[in-house]
């Protein structure tokens, strides 16, 4: 299975074993950690480890999982994007975390339409996709903004956590960035 979906400035492919030391190293900045794990601090390196290989299992589970974001004229790896439901997720979800060097630059809209256009195309009977975003995280509520994502009233509870539930209804969405 070969998937490279390529932007104007990004590639984005399956995470690969290669990727693990750039996932770990920005999962332990405390400023991407703060709104990606239940403490809001970044977990131990060993498991960022477990979480990373969780992450290669998820594609061989479901056949589909985050990219790595790369950028298209260096390959420099930039962070993670895609599509992914772990047991017991609200619904299948577009997430996307981008290593602090590189935020501002729009790389995660720019990665999360590319990803969700794959997303229906692979899922043609996908009626919505969503996004599980804390409420205090202004800047992915911002990027979830800007790929044709609502706030839909739904609260998903992650480990003691309330986290809105974004969401773009298929159609809508394709009418717009299809």
């Not at 984005?12 to 400023?31: K, S």
């Not at 390959?75 to 979800?93: K, N």
Request: aromatic letters at 12%; one cysteine or more; hydrophobic letters at 40%.
């Amino acid at each position: 299975m070969t998937i490279r979906i390529e932007t104007e400035r990004l590639i984005l492919r399956p995470l690969e074993p290669c990727d693990a030391d750039a996932h770990i190293e920005m999962m332990g900045d405390g400023d991407v950690a703060s709104f990606l794990t239940a403490d809001k601090t970044p977990a131990s390196r060993e498991d960022r480890w477990r979480q990373f290989a969780s992450y290669l299992g998820h594609w061989q589970m479901r056949d589909f999982g985050w990219f790595s974001v790369l950028d298209k004229d260096s390959g420099e790896w930039l962070g993670r994007v895609g599509p992914w439901m772990p047991e017991g997720w609200p619904g299948l979800e577009c997430g996307w975390s981008i290593s602090r060097e590189h935020w501002g630059k729009g790389y995660a809209p720019e990665a999360a339409i590319a990803s969700i256009k794959w997303t229906f195309e692979k899922f043609p009977e996908l009626s919505r996709i969503i996004s599980v975003i804390d409420p205090k995280n202004h800047n992915s509520q911002a990027v979830a903004h800007k790929i044709g994502e609502e706030n839909s009233g739904e609260v998903c509870d992650y480990w003691g956590l309330k986290l809105d539930i974004w969401a773009a209804e298929r159609n809508a969405w394709l009418e717009q960035f299809g």
